[in-house]
């Protein structure tokens, strides 16, 4: 196999993989942000967010823009950017093009969330977690390199602990979630 016939193709697998990777970290960090308890180092945390979830938008984007000049596929245009309407696994490949679009649309609210509102932007923000996990389901479905040990192993360094980090999360929630009507405390 000739690199140079393959060049596409393999700029859109690198550029999935490490938006994989990318979004993972930025889920963890996110949610290390959004703890209850102080955090050390909270402004940098928050810098590193940023950058991660910056980066992942540039990797999404390349990884589907790549893909128009692979000689294989030929997703034409309204494969990478239209759901569901790509010939190569439409399931997989739409649930991946809406988790990119999400993502991006939640991770660029970041910047007028003066705007909307802090209260709103957190509560439109935990959707992340919604399209993160499409994005892992369109790795699976659509990744030629899902069953591979090397990628099962990398990936999981950084996928398993950001969706034991939202695990927690959502059992704190469900846990301590207030069992009928509120009664407000008298002070």
Request: hydrophobic fraction near 55%; charged fraction near 15%; glycine fraction near 12%.
């Amino acid at each position: 196999m000739i690199a140079g016939e393959h060049i596409f193709w393999i700029t859109s697998r690198a550029a999935g993989g490490a938006a994989l990777l990318l979004a993972s970290a930025a889920v963890a960090v996110g949610l290390m942000l959004s703890a209850k308890k102080p955090v050390a180092g909270k402004n940098d945390l928050r810098a590193i967010h940023e950058a991660l979830s910056l980066t992942t938008l540039a990797m999404v984007a390349l990884h589907g823009l790549a893909l128009l000049g692979d000689s294989y596929l030929h997703p034409g245009l309204s494969g990478i950017a239209i759901p569901f309407a790509g010939a190569y696994r439409p399931l997989w490949t739409g649930l991946g093009i809406v988790g990119g679009y999400g993502l991006a649309a939640l991770g660029l609210t970041y910047y007028v969330r003066d705007r909307i509102g802090s209260a709103r932007w957190r509560k439109l923000h935990r959707f992340t977690a919604v399209f993160w996990v499409m994005a892992i389901v369109h790795t699976i479905g659509a990744g030629s390199d899902a069953a591979q040990l090397w990628f099962l192993l990398i990936s999981g360094v950084v996928v398993l602990p950001a969706a034991a980090l939202l695990s927690l999360r959502w059992l704190d929630r469900w846990w301590n979630a207030p069992v009928g009507p509120r009664v407000p405390d008298r002070a």
